[in-house]
Structure formats: C-alpha cells, structure tokens
C-alpha cells in the first residue's frame, strides 16, 4: 500500500491551499485517514481526521480553518486549508489505516510542504 501526497506550495497568509492523498495498492477496506503536520523542531502534530462513514474530529489550532473529507470509492483524503497563517508552515503528512488481508495497519504519506509567507 502507498500512499501519494500532494497539493502543497507556497502561499500568502490568509490564502489557500487543498491537499489530496491517494492510497493505491491491496486495499480491502480503509479505516480512518487523517493528517498531521511536523514544522522544523517540532513533534508531528494531529491536525484532523476522518472515518469510513465521514465524522471528522479537529486540532483547536486549526478548527474553522481546515475541512478534512474523503472520497471512498477513490481511497483519498483531502484537507481544505483556508485563512492560512504562517505559523501553519509546515510539512503536511497524511495517513489511512487499511486492511490488506486480516489486521489493520497504519500507512503514511510521504510529506508535502507548506508554506504560509506573512
């Protein structure tokens, strides 16, 4: 399974940016998907996810802001990111947790960069 990000780039404060992560590979079913983010210094941050049957949960930091949906029939994810700010710089990871043959297992993006210029 392989999970492919994109839609990252550089943007002004208060623009906006939609990232898209598509998982291909053995696939039987998807769980909950979702993104993080890791700025240079920091830990990996949880920013949002959202499950087979579309609830979504959010980081405060970024509630408001960011919208996080999924289109199952092509096993991606999206983050909608408005009023960005710089302090949202950051590389933005996503991950699904699949069912290939029996357990679930957590499977990540390789990372997109964002970046909110003031």
């Known amino acids: 399974v392989q999970l492919q990000a994109s839609g990252g780039g550089l943007v002004q404060a208060g623009g906006s940016l939609r990232l898209s992560c598509a998982a291909s590979?053995?696939?039987?079913?998807?769980?909950?998907m979702g993104w993080y983010r890791q700025a240079p210094g920091n830990q990996r941050d949880l920013l949002a996810t959202?499950?087979?049957?579309?609830?979504?949960k959010y980081a405060d930091s970024v509630k408001g802001r960011f919208t996080i949906s999924r289109d199952n029939a092509k096993n991606t994810v999206y983050l909608q990111m408005n009023s960005l700010k710089p302090e949202d710089t950051a590389v933005y990871f996503c991950?699904?947790?699949?069912?290939?043959?029996?357990?679930?297992?957590?499977?990540w993006g390789q990372g997109t960069q964002v970046t909110v210029s003031s």
């Open positions: 590979g053995r696939i039987l079913s998807i769980g909950v």
């Open positions: 959202t499950t087979s049957d579309g609830s979504t």
């Open positions: 991950y699904a947790n699949v069912r290939e043959y029996v357990a679930m297992r957590n499977y």
